[in-house]
């Protein structure tokens, strides 16, 4: 059985960054019958809040993600307190006493010498007297994973063969002074307690894995199967933060973006697929293989972003059109095959609408009253049908010799009160003979 994780921290609403691996790991879960876990990382205590995993909840389902379970880590500390005392008793997690100040001059000294910053293991050499010294005076130990130092591999399924040689780490702080935990120990034992078999994250985690397998190892826990996929940039490149408003997947929905083309262009900037108007996460769940997400940064373009969202409701069927058409009041197979191709977000088609429905502004310029009057007096009787436009133009261009733009611009000012919209062919039938008498005024 397949069981991916999406696994935000709940510390602000989720970005279309985060979307990607949100959408990686359902697209694969889907692709291979398997489950997908929703993991609240909510372990800061001081920056996570319920808000924001609630809105992570709703972002989710927005985009069409239904997980088969949700954790929270939060509610998981007995978990990790065993995995603790596992590590202690096996002495690969040890205390250590430094303060941030202390530690920052140790890695200004080892600059200074031309030694790489990472942590000394000072703390290994203490001795239980020392410990207790410290601890009279006060100090509260944060407690670091001994690395083992050996190259870790692992075959990313989307980068490929990977070595991380811890060697060159710091031994990381797994517990904090004040008992809390960080990221790395907790994502571990959920992994292996939740039967974990892909971790499908953003490559900014390589390093992460090779610490992350050398717990998974000290825990005998299964070392799941990692892929990390490349990381969405804005426009200049740069990655977006989660404080950055305006691509979050909320303001998405309020800017009346449609949930598929954001889907879209979350997961497919950066591969080799092109960019096409999907119907359904499936679909792309289908089509997209690891070996598709390139390798390189994966730009985001807000432009393509509109004219994908414009290309989906061009083609969105009534049935599908239907029921959102019903909440603006609205209805008709030929109204929705007339007005879509105008629409650049669905709740436009309210304003479309108006052409039908009306008030319309009608506009006449003085030099062509004449003109219209006449187009008044020749209008043809009812039933209208879709021949019922060129009946009528074909019998001004006769009476008044106009025609082209002279022809056609008056009528759609008079008609629409605009230079552009939907085609005035299939419109006439739809407005009907009494509102354009009233327009041609
Ligand atoms: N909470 C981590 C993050 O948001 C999860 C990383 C992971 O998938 O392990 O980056």
Redesign the pocket.
């Known amino acids: 059985m397949t069981i991916v ?1 999406y ?3 709940p510390t602000g609403r989720i970005h279309l960054g985060n979307a990607r ?1 949100a959408l990686l790991n359902w697209f694969f879960a889907r692709a291979h019958g398997g489950q997908y876990v929703l993991r609240m ?1 909510d372990t800061d205590l001081a920056r996570s809040t319920r808000e924001s995993a609630d809105g992570i909840e709703l972002d989710l389902a927005w985009l069409g993600i239904t997980p088969s379970m949700l954790v929270r880590q939060s509610e998981r500390t007995a978990l990790y307190d065993a995995a603790v005392a596992k590590l202690k008793a096996s002495g690969r997690l040890y205390p250590a006493y430094e303060t941030e100040g202390e530690l920052d001059r140790r890695r200004k000294r080892a600059r200074a010498l031309g030694k790489p910053p990472i942590y000394d293991r000072a703390a290994l050499n203490l001795t239980d007297a020392d410990r207790a010294k410290l601890e009279a005076e006060g100090r509260k130990p944060h407690w670091r994973f001994r690395l083992d130092g050996k190259p870790v591999q692992f075959d990313d399924l989307i980068k490929g063969p990977q070595t991380v040689n811890t060697a060159s780490m710091s031994d990381p702080v797994l517990v904090r002074g004040d008992g809390s935990y960080l ?1 790395t120990l907790p ?1 571990v034992v959920d992994d292996i307690d939740l039967a974990i078999t892909h ?1 499908i ?2 490559e900014d ?1 390589v390093s992460n894995t090779g610490t992350q397998i050398e717990i998974f190892e000290a825990l005998g826990g299964a070392v799941p199967q990692f892929a990390h996929h490349n990381l969405l940039t804005d426009a200049e490149g740069q990655g977006f933060s989660k404080r950055l408003g305006s691509l979050s997947i909320s303001d998405l929905r309020d800017q009346g973006y449609e949930a598929i083309a954001v889907a879209i262009m979350a997961t497919l900037t950066g591969t080799a697929l092109p960019i096409e108007a999907y119907t359904s996460l499936d679909e792309i769940a289908q089509k997209l293989a690891f070996s598709a997400i390139s390798h390189g940064p994966a730009r985001f373009d807000p432009a393509e972003l509109d004219s994908l969202n414009a290309r989906i409701l061009h083609a969105m069927s009534y049935e599908t059109a239907r029921p959102r058409l019903a909440k603006l009041g609205l209805e008709g197979e030929d109204l929705w095959l007339l007005l879509r191709n105008n629409l650049a977000k669905f709740d436009d088609v309210a304003e479309w609408a108006k052409l039908i429905t009306g008030p319309v502004a009608s506009v006449i310029a003085d030099e062509d009253r004449e003109f219209i009057a006449i187009a008044r007096d020749l209008l043809p009787a009812e039933p209208w049908s879709l021949d019922t436009w060129a009946q009528w133009t074909d019998a001004l261009k006769t009476a008044t010799g106009r025609k082209g733009k002279t022809l056609f611009l008056p009528l759609r000012m008079a008609l629409t009160g605009r230079h552009d919209g939907p085609e005035l062919k299939s419109l006439l039938p739809l407005v009907g003979r009494k509102a354009c008498l009233d327009r041609l005024l």
């Open positions: 994780r696994a935000p921290s691996p990382d990221y994502s971790v994250r953003g985690h």
